[in-house]
């Protein structure tokens, strides 16, 4: 029983002192603020308070220490409540929700605004914009960490640019070799 108490101890003791690695989530105006000074490109991730795939995300790819260390270094992490209430000032329009229920903030609600005009359908979407904040791509459902690398990627090198047809991704895809890991 003592080791048991002892083993319970040790692990909530090396919970609280190992911090996990995290993404610095910020809102969209600040990431196109923070542009203006250092361009970077934006990953948002679009999701919704009821979402599984989302919640999974957030546990399995965004808590990932190699996804998080990147992600933080080479982008302005932006995490968005796709079906919240949220005023965003974006491109010089003020997106809101205008069905926004109250009564249904932890379950299907309407669509924000900003979420419309991005065209999202389902989630989660990570959208990436680029260093103007213009739409690059909508990446649609859950990824795994390494599946995520081979986009942050992608658009970080301006590999984007290269790629003309689904034949040169397909090329990029199958020379692709991941680099962070599973866990």
């Not at 993404?23 to 490109?41: F, G, M, R, S, Y």
């Amino acid at each position: 029983m003592k080791k048991y108490i002892v083993l319970v101890l040790f692990t909530v003791f090396a919970t609280v002192i190992i911090p996990a690695q995290e993404i610095n989530w910020i809102t969209l105006e600040e990431a196109v603020e923070l542009q203006k000074k250092n361009p970077k490109k934006i990953m948002m991730d679009m999701y919704t308070a009821w979402c599984g795939p989302c919640k999974m995300l957030d546990r399995n790819t965004f808590a990932n220490k190699d996804v998080a260390e990147y992600v933080n270094k080479h982008y302005y992490a932006v995490k968005f409540n796709a079906e919240g209430n949220t005023v965003v000032n974006f491109k010089d329009y003020k997106f809101t929700n205008i069905n926004y229920d109250p009564a249904k903030a932890n379950r299907r609600n309407s669509a924000h605004q900003l979420a419309n005009y991005f065209s999202i359908r389902s989630y989660p979407t990570i959208v990436f914009l680029d260093e103007e904040a213009e739409l690059l791509t909508s990446l649609i459902g859950y990824k795994k960490p390494q599946q995520l690398e081979l986009f942050l990627k992608l658009f970080k090198n301006n590999i984007h640019e290269n790629l003309k047809t689904q034949e040169d991704f397909f090329k990029y895809y199958r020379a692709f070799k991941p680099e962070f890991s599973e866990l």
